[in-house]
C-alpha cells in the first residue's frame, strides 16, 4: 500500500513541495504562480510502505492570458 504521496512543482533548477498526504484521496488543488509564463510543471512521487519511491511523469499546464 501507500504510505505516502508528495505533490511538486518543477522549475529549471528545483522542485518545490507543495504537498504531502499519508492518506487518500490524493489530490492537489493548488494555484498558477503570479508571473508564470508560458507552462508550469508538476509531479508526483508515491512511497510505499517499504520506502520505495516512484516518481510520476512531469505534467504541463500552459498559461495562457
Not at 518543477?10 to 493548488?30: D, H, I, K, M, W
Not at 508538476?42 to 505534467?59: F, G
Request: overall charge negative; proline content about 3%; glycine content about 4%.
Amino acid at each position: 500500500g501507500l504510505k505516502e504521496v508528495r505533490f511538486y512543482r518543477v522549475s529549471t533548477n528545483a522542485e518545490e513541495l507543495l504537498a504531502r498526504f499519508t492518506a487518500g484521496p490524493y489530490l492537489l488543488q493548488t494555484t498558477i504562480p503570479t508571473g508564470a509564463s508560458e507552462s508550469v510543471s508538476y509531479m508526483a512521487t508515491a512511497i510505499d510502505n517499504d520506502d520505495e519511491e516512484t516518481d510520476s511523469e512531469e505534467v504541463q499546464v500552459t498559461v495562457t492570458s
